[in-house]
């Protein structure tokens, strides 16, 4: 039914040859499973150098931290100014593996600040409840009132989890 209207002349043999494929050798799948193991070993060395890089480079970063002692307001700012002077150096990563190490360290700085942070307002809450149990010593009738303040200061805290 359908090839009713069909000419035979309308069907035809493709006279060009197929490409061939050729047979796997032993020799050549050998080169290819070398080649493939060879390109494995290439790239887990490079994970590897560039995870070294980086833990140096935090490494680097921590002692920083640690040189700069307690002194943590602005912390984040300095740290970015030191990846911008790292990033500039010679043997620095570069790419995505720099972005990971920022990420890091970044994330490492806004801790260290915010705990420092948490550490003042813990301090200077400390202080105010001072000054408030010296305030009620020396004005027992005004008991309620400083008992309030006191009360204020320590709900108002504003911590990190």
Do not use: C, W
Request: avoid cysteine; charged fraction near 30%; proline fraction near 3%.
């Amino acid at each position: 039914m359908l090839l009713r209207d069909t000419n035979a002349s309308d069907f035809r043999v493709p006279t060009a040859p197929r490409p061939q494929i050729a047979i796997d050798s032993a020799n050549a799948k050998a080169d290819r499973i070398a080649a493939d193991a060879l390109n494995r070993r290439d790239e887990r060395d490079a994970r590897l150098a560039a995870a070294h890089e980086r833990a140096r480079a935090r490494l680097h970063f921590v002692k920083t931290f640690a040189d700069e002692g307690q002194q943590s307001k602005g912390l984040v700012a300095r740290m970015d100014e030191a990846l911008k002077t790292y990033k500039s150096s010679a043997g620095a990563l570069d790419g995505e593996a720099f972005a990971a190490l920022a990420r890091e360290v970044r994330a490492e700085a806004l801790r260290i600040e915010a705990m420092a942070h948490a550490r003042d307002r813990v301090l200077q809450t400390g202080k105010t409840l001072d000054r408030l149990i010296e305030a009620t010593g020396a004005a027992p009738q005004n008991f309620e009132a400083h008992a309030e303040a006191a009360r204020e200061a320590v709900e108002g805290q504003q911590l990190p989890a």
